[in-house]
């Protein structure tokens, strides 16, 4: 086996400690947070102690965890003043006491076979640290939604094929072997709202992860989620968070290791301390935002700009425009369609 995917000691099971550790961070998850709960006491796999982290919530989402952790002595509750996603997984990584870790999100729902299935994998597997799940859509009313785009990478190959911006695992459907993602540091701050992105390429340096194709998390989209709060940060983050897994394999150290966040875009050559990151990071980041109001609402626009008058494509550019009209961008759409007017390289 290569040494790189060996398991390190940090995985053994302690005298007396569960199987598998759940992990949920909840923050304002009220709606959806009882049939989450209840998906995971529901797996047909029942060795396992269930970690909910209260980051804060301020809808009721903390009286609806201690109900259940009055009724099963798996639960443990985590209240705590809001810290954040990030610091939330964190401590939850610190407070496991099994060598697998599954992440689960306070508003998705985990199929009763999901943990056996994903056990059975990495015991039959232990050169893989990781392993996900396919997944079902779902709206806010729980309703089956279309699935768009790819599939998740089911073995270790199409993983790193996928790497440069394809679907690699969907976070709350991750198992992970404890001892790895300690040894990683966990999750970085500097990269919030990408953190598991980040985490993935770190991982994919030492171990093998994939997914399992079966739909055995459903996943739930919403107007609140991240991507489409965050666009812009979590877009820039990816790409930032690529070019230092390049310096990485290339034997360089990580320019990001230690930052508390990370730096505006046109500081990135200074950071890594040559040209072009900031132009390949723009360019990563551009064609990303066409959808998104709040991304071109902000600072967005400016990367946008600068993405087109460097040469960068411009297909679908004007129907970007007419989006931003109807979006109550018109300054910011007719800014966009002067420069599109402009010939190439003008």
């Known amino acids: 086996m290569d040494a790189r995917f060996s398991m390190s000691n940090d995985d053994s099971r302690m005298a007396g400690a ?48 201690d109900s259940f952790a009055a009724r099963d002595s798996r639960i443990r509750p985590i209240h705590q ?47 893989h640290g990781v392993v996900g799940t396919w997944t079902m ?12 785009g790819l599939d998740h990478p089911t073995n270790h190959e199409g993983f790193l094929d996928a790497l440069d911006g394809k679907p690699l695992l969907c976070h709350p459907s991750a ?15 500097q990269y919030a709202h990408c953190e598991d992105y980040d985490l993935w390429l770190r991982l994919s340096e030492v171990t093998r992860l994939c997914s399992l ?16 709060k965050h666009v812009m940060a979590q877009s820039v983050g990816a790409a930032v968070a690529w070019r230092a897994h390049l310096e990485r394999l290339a034997g ?23 040209e072009g990151i900031t132009d390949a990071v723009q360019n990563w980041v551009a064609p990303k935002l066409l959808y998104s109001d709040i991304a071109l609402g ?41 420069v599109l007017a402009r010939p190439v390289g003008a």
Do not use: C
């Not at 859509?137 to 768009?148: C, F, L, Y």
């Not at 198992?175 to 701050?189: D, I, K, N």
């Not at 194709?213 to 489409?228: G, K």
């Open 18 to 65: 569960p199987a598998l550790t759940v992990a949920m961070s909840v923050y304002n998850n009220a709606p959806f947070l009882a049939p989450a709960i209840e998906s995971i006491l529901g797996q047909s796999f029942g060795d396992f102690e269930f970690l909910i982290v209260n980051d804060g919530s301020s809808d009721g989402s903390g009286a609806i965890i």
């Open 81 to 127: 003043p809001n810290a954040g996603l990030v610091a939330s997984l964190n401590r939850l990584i610190r407070e496991a006491r099994a060598p697998l870790i599954a992440r689960m999100d306070g508003d998705d729902l985990s199929m009763p076979e999901r943990f056996a299935r994903q056990i059975a994998f990495l015991d039959a597997n232990p050169d």
């Open 137 to 148: 859509n779902i709206d806010e009313q729980g309703r089956i939604a279309p699935s768009v």
């Open 175 to 189: 198992m992970m072997r404890t001892g790895l993602v300690r040894a990683a540091g966990g999750y970085r701050a």
């Open 213 to 228: 194709p079966e739909r055995l998390l459903h996943y739930r989209y919403s107007e609140a989620q991240v991507s489409n």
């Open 252 to 274: 360089r150290p990580d320019p990001t290791d230690g930052l508390d966040a990370l730096p505006p875009i046109g500081q990135l050559d200074a950071l890594f301390g040559r």
């Open 298 to 338: 902000g600072e967005g626009f400016d990367v946008l700009v600068n993405y087109i008058r460097a040469g960068g494509s411009r297909d679908g550019m004007w129907r970007t425009v007419g989006r931003m009209v109807t979006w109550g961008l018109p300054l910011r759409a007719l800014k966009l369609a002067a």
